[in-house]
């Protein structure tokens, strides 16, 4: 008899059967180690945040024994120690100074990003790209104390400028003349802090677009902003996106140097070249001392807001970074 | 800004005596201190392909970067001789940069789509680019995907992302894409290295249909391909430590038939290389 030729022949006689084995990687004690040790230190990073997600938690409890979490959400007063406190006001204004500052620093940071990028010559490129990093690395009570005593006094004359000339803008409208600790000022200092940041992402990104798309572009007779527009900037979508999230996560979370400028208020207002702004990180920091038991945990309870939104953020910002080539709808 | 009537074939303004003869005297090219490509003579004429020939490292890429002013954005590069264009110097005279790359196209050894543009936009990304206003663009992105051999396999789905065609379909397009501006000299690195053979046959009987219309520049490593498309033929060659420099050029059947060197006919026949 031959060989059953087909295999779902049903009249066949079922092949022999064959010897299977599983395959088992057997790891040196190298790799074990590093492989521990990697696994261990990925562990510890997560688990550090979820500590500090409980501990927020656990913290706030006090204050959400007498004041309900959605009255919280919404009350826009703060006098935590008469159960009526809320970041109603709070999260306003710090979604205010903080888009305020990314909307004042996007320009900018595209525009050094891509200078450094494609413009600058190419023996400067490497220490640009230096001094852009290095720059995200000054501290923040330097930013806070340079635009408290240098760019407050100067600014305000370009805030007037602004309400008396654009007064028909419902948010360049100032009444009363007081101009000072505005959220215009406070979103200025914020975007010279971000700008480094954001840039620094893009710039990554940008230098990352194919060589070849670069050249089919020019190739065909394009200009070198021809051609960043139909390659540079397409390919880096994400970039920008990504980039601007990330230093919006670090707006919302600034602290030291909106904590120099702030004059607290608790309304919602968009008159942003009027006095009075105030973000949960400044509010945090200026109450923290004085405050009693119980107002200690209602500024825990803020904290937990910011921590979920800024960790919202940079989850949304990193996952738009990842991603590599975004979408079709580009045109050039 | 050029207008360019699409609808009757080679009618635009830059392009009106059809294709431009292109000429290389004593051509010389460096990348830093480092000679690659010395005292090349070269005549490119219109209505023939020429194919540039010879091993891995021998210059023939880079002499056909130096025909579009594509040479000078490598940073350290340097180069020697003239390059004219019906007689107008490339370097010296009063065209740009990219009014030299508009006039000379190019198509890349691996196929390079915008990836974030259609099919369509594809096509016109160089009219685009080059601020061209154009007469009629759906005529246009029609006949230089017909032209590319391409338009039967795309026409119903211009819409569609140009990344996402095969490899051979991509070279194709970008073959599209560089006749849409109607260059007057095309040129081609290798075109059919990153492709399976019956998309190679397809580019193939493309060069065979625009070279009419167009000059064809083509550098490959395959000696049948040099064959069947070419016309006219050129060796490069390049010694241990020697710039590369052209052996011999002629007409295809004497190069593979009875060159005059001996390293010719050794090559051809694929005695080393």
Known sequence: MTAPLLANDPTATPPAPVDRITVVVRRSFGDRVFHLSARAAGTLTLALMVLVFYFLLNASKTFFKVESFSKFMTDQAWVPDEANAGVGSLLFNTILVSFLGVIMAFPFALAAALYVSEYAPRRLRRSLTLLLDLLAAVPSIVFGIWGFFFLMPRQRHLSIWLSHELSFVPIFKVTDGQYADSPFIVGTVLALMIIPIAASVMREVFSQAPPVEREGALALGGTRWGMIRSVVLPFGRGGIIGGMMLALGRALGETIAVTMLVSVVFTRSTHILHQGSNTISALIALDWGEASPIARSALMAAGLVLFVITLLVNVVASMITSRTRSGSLTEI | ?273
Request: aromatic residues 4%; contains cysteine.
């Open chain 2, 1 to 273: 800004m050029t207008a360019i009537d699409t609808t009757r074939p080679g009618s635009d303004a830059a392009n009106k005596d059809g294709p431009s003869r292109l000429t290389a005297h004593g051509v010389h090219a460096w990348f830093g201190n480092h000679h690659v490509l010395a005292d090349v003579n070269l005549d490119m004429t219109p209505l023939e392909v020429t194919a540039l020939i010879g091993p891995s490292g021998c210059g023939k890429s880079t002499f056909l970067r130096l025909l579009n002013r594509m040479h000078e954005l490598v940073p350290s590069a340097t180069l020697a001789g003239h390059i004219e264009l019906d007689e107008v110097d490339i370097y010296r005279g009063d065209l740009s940069a990219t009014e030299v790359r508009r006039r000379i196209g190019m198509v890349f050894q691996k196929p390079n789509p915008f990836p974030a543009m259609s099919i369509a936009q594809n096509v016109l990304a160089g009219a685009k680019l080059g601020g061209i206003k154009l007469a009629d663009r759906d005529a246009t992105v029609e006949r230089a995907l017909t032209r590319a051999g391409l338009w039967n396999e795309v026409k119903n789905r211009l819409s569609m992302n140009g990344g996402a065609l095969s490899g051979g379909q991509q070279q194709r397009l970008c073959i599209a894409r560089a006749l849409a501006i109607q260059p007057e000299v095309l040129l081609m690195d290798e075109p059919c290295s990153a492709l399976d053979p019956t998309s190679t046959r397809r580019v193939e009987e493309t060069i065979g249909e625009i070279c009419s219309e167009v000059t064809v520049v083509i550098v490959t490593h395959n000696m049948q391909q040099a064959f069947r498309v070419s016309q006219q033929c050129a060796f490069f060659l390049a010694t241990e430590g020697e710039p590369g420099h052209i052996v011999e050029s002629g007409p295809t059947e004497k190069m593979f038939s009875e060159p005059d060197d001996q390293r010719t006919l050794d090559y051809v026949n694929g005695r080393f290389g």
